[in-house]
């Protein structure tokens, strides 16, 4: 385990933490007004092995061989200048800190940003380490700046990964429908509530990640995916955005425990491990495997029991423990978060083909024709 202190002069800053992966949604902004909960399990840590934050640089700024060299091969609003290596941990975790009041940042609605830059000292010597990001429509989270803390071991082993077949045997999906927190707001019923049911931030983000794999997988063919909910949440997608030149290429789940897929298999959704981030391989490859974090990938092979629903002999905002209702179903079709699609796609070198371009230009018009 691990401990980060000041890098001015060495008082800590966080708990004992173990190292995770960093989730796929760390960086999302869903929705407008929407209350997100911590981004990090109490007692994790996980990296940004990208530059993250402020300074910003317009893409015109580097040259096209700088941005490739950082792995982005399209043009983006723009590039970080700041340091790789952002270390994100729960707030919770976090010790011997204050708040930079000035430092609310530019852009803020209901709470911190870090647009400013890190909004958060050290207690003991006043050097700015971190980064606090509570608004709405951000997952809450610090965010401890690389250069300005250091990491040390400290007393306690960190908890052995699971295998793949523990990971199973736990059996802990993500949901795709959760009630989300809003502002409060008059329901239909005419009953006070900042509650609404939706599709899930965690599995918008996971989806427009895999949809930008996807795309880049199918080198300018259709691709289908299974029925049920892997079709609800990526074929219509799939449809929209891909050209009809056959032949068409099937892409399946694959992962722990499940049959080796039949025939004309080559693309793979395969899990990637919650804690070290290693994605599952089979003992024969695909061509392309697909990542998904493994609580969305479980929910799509083992779907889980019915969510609790709202009910109305209970206090509004109660939710029922009994499962005797099926969970609501959102208002809209799933829409994949586009700026975490954006995101990946610009990494992946497969962009720089002409229709895939043409795909990354016309993200607008696919965000209003209700793609994302």
């Not at 001015?8 to 173990?18: D, E, H, I, K, N």
């Not at 760390?26 to 911590?38: E, F, T």
Request: with cysteine; glycine share 10%; proline share 12%.
């Amino acid at each position: 385990m691990f401990i980060f202190v000041c890098a001015g002069c060495g008082a800590g800053l966080t708990v004992p933490l173990s190292q995770v992966a960093l989730p796929a949604h760390a960086h999302q902004k869903y929705g407008n007004g929407i209350q997100l909960p911590v981004l990090m399990e109490s007692g994790t840590f996980a990296v940004e092995p990208e530059p993250w934050g402020p300074p910003w640089r317009r893409w015109e700024e580097p040259r096209p061989d700088e941005a490739a060299a950082r792995g982005v091969y399209a043009p983006v609003g723009a590039l970080s200048d700041g340091a790789p290596g952002t270390i994100v941990i729960a707030p919770g975790d976090a010790t011997g800190t204050v708040l930079i009041p000035e430092k609310r940042g530019g852009g803020y609605c209901c709470g911190l940003d870090g647009a400013d830059g890190p909004n958060v000292a050290c207690a003991r010597c006043s050097l700015p380490v971190a980064s606090r990001i509570d608004d709405c429509s951000l997952w809450q989270a610090t965010w401890l700046a690389p250069n300005a803390v250091v990491r040390l071991p400290v007393d306690g082993d960190d908890p052995v990964p699971f295998s793949w077949s523990e990971l199973m045997a736990e059996g802990k999906g993500t949901p795709p429908v959760e009630a989300v927190t809003t502002w409060r707001s008059r329901t239909a019923a005419g009953h006070w509530s900042n509650h609404r049911w939706s599709w899930s931030p965690q599995w918008e983000a996971a989806v427009g990640r895999a949809l930008a794999h996807l795309l880049a997988a199918a080198e300018g063919h259709p691709v289908i995916v299974p029925g049920g909910l892997v079709g609800e949440v990526f074929q219509r997608a799939l449809d929209a955005l891909l050209p009809t030149v056959p032949p068409a290429r099937c892409a399946v789940l694959a992962g722990p425990r499940l049959p080796a897929p039949s025939g004309e298999v080559s693309i793979l959704l395969v899990p990637s491990h919650p804690r070290t981030g290693e994605i599952w391989t089979p003992a024969d490859p695909a061509p392309y495997l697909v990542p998904l974090p493994f609580g969305v990938w479980l929910w799509l092979v083992q779907p889980g029991r019915d969510l609790p629903a709202p009910a109305s002999a209970l206090p509004t905002g109660a939710l029922r423990d009994d499962f005797d209702s099926p969970a609501p179903r959102p208002r809209h079709l799933f829409r994949a978060d586009m700026e975490v699609f954006r995101h990946t796609l610009v990494r992946l070198p497969a962009v720089r083909s002409p229709w895939l371009r043409e795909v990354l230009d016309n993200l607008t018009y696919h965000m209003r024709a209700g793609i994302f």
